[in-house]
């Protein structure tokens, strides 16, 4: 028992090399992303903007199938690393479900086989990001130590009224533009049609065995291109947690997210709320420097969050589940985003062997 390393592996990166990189960092775990395929690890953490969105997402994609979850699931663990969890929908699979569109029955009837593939494969948890706008507006910038290429934002710089095209949600294309934008919607609809995605959805993943976990907006602004924004202060967790009582309804802890949104009192302190009520999956164990409307994303070390004390608030609540480092600035090097994982895995690494010898 105890906290657990783990790393995120995009799909493009779920290969033998990959699996050896994450094992000899010091992982037992993997979170994996299927919803897009990128062709580099520079597609990964490219900045987007209006015109260019994160690529077309295709439905029904095979790679939902029970026998690819199994397969996934068995070469990870021929290298040591346990499949942990699964992180986002693809937006081809259930942007009426979002959308409230003519297409919901029969997408959330896919999105429970999903559920249940995903229970049947031995992975505990499913992350999802219920947005319309998705990832959005982030530049970036040499922000982080030395001079590292970061992600950034700063609400200064963008049209944050930039309607989004019919065809696009959560920043990837599912059907070619008809020269017509988004409806627009009110933030109680939205969180309406989380609360019907999550009444229909909870009993299918208790049963499944699997945790629905939710990340926070990602940038945690109120609005963003027309849309209303669901969890952009950390009081609104709480209320996803009060949505639909259920035990499979769980956080994917975004602590770089967390940090960024305005709020009353300091990460800490909603930390405890949720961990005292079992109601975390995973972590995404990043830091960052400012809030909203204005933040760098920075090293594991350098931000405004004090890593180790959250690390010693995990494990004083007998936190079990996993940590990933998400995003991190890049290693001016030949292999950027190697360079910078490995350096968050080394530092997280180092943190959990000074717990086991009660040195944290
Ligand atoms: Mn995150």
Redesign the pocket.
């Known amino acids: 028992m105890g906290m657990k390393l783990g790393l995120g592996l995009y799909r493009h990166m779920l290969k033998p090399e990959y699996y050896k990189f994450a094992r000899q960092c010091g992982c037992t775990h993997l979170i994996i992303h299927l919803a897009t395929y990128y062709d580099s690890d520079e597609r990964v953490v490219t900045a987007t903007d209006a015109k260019t969105n994160y690529g077309v997402s295709y439905a029904n994609d095979p790679v939902w199938q029970l026998e690819n979850l199994l397969k996934l699931k068995q070469e990870a663990a021929s290298y040591g690393l346990e499949i942990y969890g699964i992180e986002n929908f693809s937006p081809a699979d259930w942007y009426d479900v979002l959308l409230d569109g003519p297409k919901r029955a029969e997408q959330m009837e896919n999105l429970k086989c999903i559920i249940r593939n995903v229970g049947k494969a031995g992975i505990k948890a499913f992350g999802y990001n219920f947005s319309l706008a998705g990832v959005w507006g982030h530049q970036k910038k040499y922000a982080a130590r030395g001079g590292a290429v970061s992600t950034c934002f700063d609400a200064s710089l963008l049209d944050l009224n930039a309607p989004i095209p019919c065809g696009q949600v959560w920043n990837m294309t599912y059907a070619p533009s008809n020269g017509e934008f988004m409806a627009p919607v009110s933030s109680v609809e939205l969180w309406d049609r989380l609360k019907r995605f999550l009444e229909e959805m909870l009993p299918v993943a208790e049963e499944a065995g699997v945790e629905l976990a939710l ?2 907006d ?1 940038p945690p602004m109120p609005e963003l291109r027309g849309t209303p924004r669901l969890v952009y202060r950390p009081e609104l967790y709480q209320k996803l947690i009060d949505l639909v009582p259920s035990k499979a309804n769980k956080l ?1 802890l ?4 967390l940090q960024e949104m305005q709020s009353d009192k300091p990460v800490y302190e909603y930390l405890e709320q949720y961990l005292t009520q079992g109601k975390i999956s995973y972590v ?1 164990f ?1 830091n960052v420097r400012g809030k909203i409307p204005c933040y760098d994303e920075v090293f594991v070390d350098e931000g405004d969050i004090d890593m180790f004390r959250v690390l010693k608030q995990l494990k004083k609540n007998d936190f079990d589940g996993v940590l990933i480092p ?2 991190t600035p890049l290693i001016t090097c030949n292999a950027p985003w190697h360079a910078g994982m490995a350096f968050a895995l080394g530092y997280m690494r180092a943190a959990f062997q000074m717990i086991e010898k009660g040195l944290l």
């Open positions: 990340h926070p990602d994917e975004c602590l770089g997210s995404h990043r998400d995003h």
